[in-house]
């Protein structure tokens, strides 16, 4: 979901080796909050209002937070309901036309509706949020991820789960690590729902956990990372239907998830 585009910024590394319970400084947070708004909107506010033409639901934000349309499901989490619910919990205001609504649902009913309204004055207010939430929606990323270890070794069998844990710590543990915990659960989600299956193989996060090698080195934790995740994602061309041609997308899927061995700013 998003773009493709990973900008790299010159300087030194700003996500350095620290426990998934240690805070990021102001100066971590501020930069992660660049590096996705690049990644997923080139930059620009405008593009954190979309609607793919091959989906059925628009998305928001620097994660693209999926918000389905009223009385409509689908297989993915819907993340903007329970970001806007964070943000209420700090206390947070929210546009005042969501809050109106019946019921935490998008308004729109198809992509040329949602495109038809996107000059409104509501959806000038939303890019508006959007736009001035985006550390916000970076806290709320690494909150999400903070949370993620429990669901995952709930999913799995009792014997996979210290192997699942150590791999997740070891990745946390490295510099870019947290980055790219937090990216690919952005980009490919975290891997638990079953509804998130092609063939009944998964791409998420807990997929490219169990794929990926135990390092001999602490330090090759990320390189690990990495080379398990590349393979996650070409499984996911090779499984997905015939009418998803992801095969076009898969350089730029590979080139995003090996640039977290690089990432700077």
């Not at 300087?11 to 102001?26: F, H, R």
């Not at 989906?55 to 993340?79: M, R, T, V």
């Amino acid at each position: 979901m998003g773009f493709l585009f990973l900008w790299i910024f010159s300087g030194s590394a700003c996500l350095e080796a620290q426990s998934q319970d240690t805070p990021m400084t102001a100066d971590e947070l501020a930069c992660l909050q660049k590096i996705i708004f690049f990644n997923e909107c080139s930059g620009r506010a405008e593009r954190m209002l979309t609607w793919n033409a091959d989906e059925d639901f628009p998305s928001f934000g620097l994660g693209h937070f999926i918000w389905y349309p009223k009385g409509k499901k689908g297989p993915y989490q819907a993340l903007f309901p329970e970001f806007l619910f964070f943000l209420e919990a700090q206390k947070t205001e929210i546009p005042a036309w969501i809050k109106a609504l019946p019921t935490r649902e998008a308004p729109w009913q198809s992509r040329e509706e949602f495109l038809n309204d996107l000059s409104s004055e509501r959806m000038i207010v939303l890019k508006n949020f959007l736009d001035q939430t985006q550390r916000f929606q970076t806290q709320f990323m690494i909150h999400r991820v903070k949370g993620i270890l429990p669901r995952m070794l709930a999913a799995v069998p009792e014997a996979e789960r210290a192997g699942i844990e150590l791999k997740f710590k070891e990745i946390a543990g490295v510099p870019n690590g947290m980055f790219a915990l937090i990216d690919y659960v952005n980009f490919k989600g975290e891997g638990i729902l079953i509804t998130e299956r092609s063939q009944g193989q998964g791409w998420g996060l807990l997929q490219v956990l169990e794929e990926m090698q135990i390092p001999k080195k602490k330090e090759d934790a990320l390189e690990e990372f990495v080379w398990a995740a590349r393979k996650v994602l070409e499984n996911r061309v090779k499984n997905a239907p015939s009418e998803k041609n992801y095969s076009k997308r898969l350089g730029g899927w590979k080139t995003r998830v090996k640039n977290y061995l690089k990432i700077k700013c």
